[in-house]
């Protein structure tokens, strides 16, 4: 049986796969909205439409890739998702209250994000992967380094390295530890692993899978790979000139209606 989520007869729905329910367990089963966006909105400065009324329900989770050809909107929906740029109010909801509604530090631990490439911060491995918790009063036992490290896929050998020491995909792997050690609720990622090689991809991508799995974590991907959508999400997300034009499992992408969204699947596989 499938379940519809979104906001009351708009086209673009998140579908969800479960078993089929008895009717005592329907209710139950209904998956849980973690952010609805509600007519989402931005225009250039120059007054140019980036974002043109974007309405879709995430359900708690699953991994939401976001895909579409270049300026579509796809990083600057994201952005809006922990408050990098500000949207409207009555637009985006987390657990059903509206975001604007919270303390932007508070939103930022439960909405982490990783971008596309690691910034690390001066010091050591375990400098950066305490640095959130330390800023609300919290000092990690080294026990807790390590158990982030592993969560990261990474040993304990990097407990004392810099960044200098690292490669680009181990520095993302320290970058998402150091994400996940405010203990998000939500996983932000911006093209995480476009610069990196493809074991460092696919590093990433296990962590990931990882993580909705054994942690129920939400994590929505903006991504250039098709093929990575493919692999990792539940749920795909098409991106066409500011506008959600088609959502589809990632093995329902060749069934894509929309003129320019199939055209540009055609041309990315």
Known sequence: MMYY?????????????VEDPSPEQEETQRPLTKFGIRDLRKESDGG?????????????????????????????????????????????FLDGRDICDLDVLTLRRKVGMLFQLPALFEGTVADNIRY?????????????????L????????????????????????V????????EPEVLLLDEP?????????????????????????TIIMVSHSIKQIQRIADIVCLLVKGEIVEVLRPDELSEAKHPMALRFLQLSS
């Open 5 to 17: 989520t979104g906001t009351e007869a708009h086209e673009h729905l998140l579908v969800v796969d």
């Open 48 to 92: 140019d439409p980036i974002l043109n009324g974007i309405s879709v329900e995430i359900p708690k989770g699953v991994i939401v890739g976001i895909i579409g050809p270049s300026g579509s909107g796809k990083s600057t929906m994201l952005r809006a998702l922990n408050r990098l740029w500000e949207p409207p109010l009555g637009t985006v």
């Open 132 to 148: 959130g918790p330390q800023l609300r009063g919290q000092k990690l036992s080294d026990e807790e380094v390590y158990s982030l």
């Open 150 to 173: 592993k969560l990261a896929d990474l040993d304990s050998s990097f407990y004392s390295k810099t960044g200098g020491e690292l490669s680009v995909g181990q520095a993302q792997r």
């Open 175 to 182: 970058a998402l530890a150091r994400t996940l050690a405010n």
């Open 193 to 217: 692993t476009s610069a990196l090689d493809p074991i460092s991809t696919e590093n990433i991508e296990d962590v990931l899978v990882n993580l909705k799995k054994k942690q129920g974590m």
